[in-house]
C-alpha cells in the first residue's frame, strides 16, 4: 500500500464507521473476578508508579477527597505540574485525560488535519466529522515509519495547514529524535497548527527527548500529552497539552468544563512535586525493563519486531498465524491479553502490540510467545 492511494484510504474509512479503534478493556472481556488472573499486556501503562507509599496515602486521603468538591480553578493544578516539567504553568492546559483535550483540539481548533495511520483512534474518531481527517497510511513495506519530509510533502500538496504526529508512535513504537522533530517544525512555521503527542515520549531515553523545553520557540506547536502511561494512573484520567500560542490556549480553555479534574487527579498532582525522584527512578527502571523484552522478542524466529522508543513494543507474526488467533490463544492457554492490532485502521491482521509489565511478567510472556509460534 503506497501512502497516495485512494482505495486504501477509502477502505480505511469505511472499517472506521463499522469498528471502534480501541480494544476492549479486560474486564469487559473476561469480568472482574477473571481479570485478576490474566497478566495484561494491553493495559500501557508505568508499573512502578505510583510507589505503594502514594498509593497508601492515595487511600488515606480517599473519604476526604470524595466528599469534596475539586478546586474550580487550574491554577493549582497547572503550578505542580509545571514544577516537575520545568515549563512555563500559564502554557498549560490539564484535561481529564488526554482523551478530552483531544476532542476539545478537535472540535475546537481544527476543520481539516493530517494523520498518519496507524494511529491513537481518537485522533480521528473525535473530529466533527470524520472526514475532517486527511489519513495518510503509513507502508507496511516499509514497517509503517514516518518519514517527515514525505509527510510535509505529501501535506503541502494536499492543501493541509493542521498536522499531527505521534513520537513516539503508536502503535507502531517509532521515535522521531529530536533533532529531526526541531528541524520539522522549523520547516513548517507557515503552517497554522503542528499537534505532537508526546505520550510516550518518557520512556524514549534519558535526557528525555522532548519538545517541551524548546516549544516556547514554535507559536504553530502544541504538544499532547497522556499521563497515563507514564505515571502509570489511567483511572485518575489526567492529560494535558501546552502551547506557547495564547489563542490556542484560550480557545480550549473556554470550552474546558469547569471542575473536569477530580479531587483524586487533583491530589495526585500536588504529589508530584515531592516524589519526582521516584518517578525517574520508575521510570529508568521501565526503560531497562522494555529493552530486555525487545532483545528477547527478537529471538524469536516467528517475529519481526519494530524497534521502540515507547514503553510498550510492536511485532509481526510472520508464521501465517493471525495476530488475532494469537491473542486468543494466549488469553486461552496461558492467561495473558496483548492488544491484537487488526482493528486498528489502515493496520493488517498480523500485528500485536504487547506493554512491559516488569520483567518478571514480560519474561513468562515471551516463554510463552515461545511456544505458540514454535
Ligand atoms: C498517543 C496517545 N495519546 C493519547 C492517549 C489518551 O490517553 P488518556 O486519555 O488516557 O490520557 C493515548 C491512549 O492510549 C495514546 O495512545
Redesign the pocket.
Known sequence: MQPHDHEAVTDTRRHLFYETSHSPALADLVGYERAAEIIDFCF?ANPYYPTPEMLADLQRNLPNLIKSYPSSSPALAQKHLAAVLHVNPDNLVI????????ALINQTLIDRIAVPIP??G??IEKMKDRRDAELYPLDPERRYELRLDEYLRWARENNLTSLLL?NPG?PTGQLLPLDEMVAFLKETKDLELVIV?E??IDFAGDPVPSLLTLADQFSHLLI??????HCGV?GL???YCYSPNRYILNRLRRFLPTWNLNTLAQYFLSQLPPTDAQYHEARKRLIADVRLLYDALRALPALEVYPTGANFVLFKVTNGMTATELQHRLLEEHRMYVRDCSNKVGMDRFHVRVASQGREKDARLVEALRVLTR
Request: glycine share 10%; proline share 4%.
Open positions: 500501557i484535561g481529564n485525560g488526554a482523551t478530552e483535550i483531544i494511529t491513537f481518537e485522533y505521534i503508536n503527542d505520550s510516550f499532547v500529552r497522556s499521563m497515563s502511561k489511567p484520567r489526567l492529560g
